[in-house]
């Protein structure tokens, strides 16, 4: 059983940056990948970013150049730093743990993004 705790959303002003926090219990975060998805209200949940077990990173074109997904496998921790805010990056913000055997997904934390 995995639990994912995030952290670090809340308020800030156009062009202003967060770092999110997704911390993982269990043993297997070396092996899964971690993503980060978000949703705003009346939208779908979309792919924000993601690193595999490797290192190796995928951004959503809205995002690339301004936000960047790292990993701490000695933490058991994911991070999303998040630069040059958007009003439009105003979302509930998801980190999920993927392996082949089965998905894991935080509980969200709220990002907003004020003009």
């Known amino acids: 059983q995995v639990q994912l705790v995030e952290s670090g959303g809340g308020l800030v002003q156009a062009g202003g940056s967060l770092r999110l926090s997704c911390a993982a219990s269990?043993?297997?975060?070396?092996?899964?990948?971690m993503n980060w998805y978000r949703q705003a209200p009346g939208k779908q949940r979309e792919l924000v970013a993601g690193?595999?077990?490797?290192?190796?990173?995928n951004y959503a074109d809205s995002v690339k150049g301004r936000f960047t997904i790292s990993r701490d496998n000695a933490k058991n921790t994911a991070y999303l730093q998040m630069n040059s805010l958007k009003p439009e990056d105003t979302a509930v913000y998801y980190c999920?743990?993927?392996?082949?055997?089965?998905?894991?997904w935080g509980q969200g934390t709220q990002v907003t993004v004020s003009s």
């Open positions: 269990g043993r297997s975060f070396n092996i899964a990948a």
């Open positions: 690193i595999t077990s490797g290192g190796r990173t």
């Open positions: 999920n743990h993927h392996t082949v055997v089965r998905d894991y």
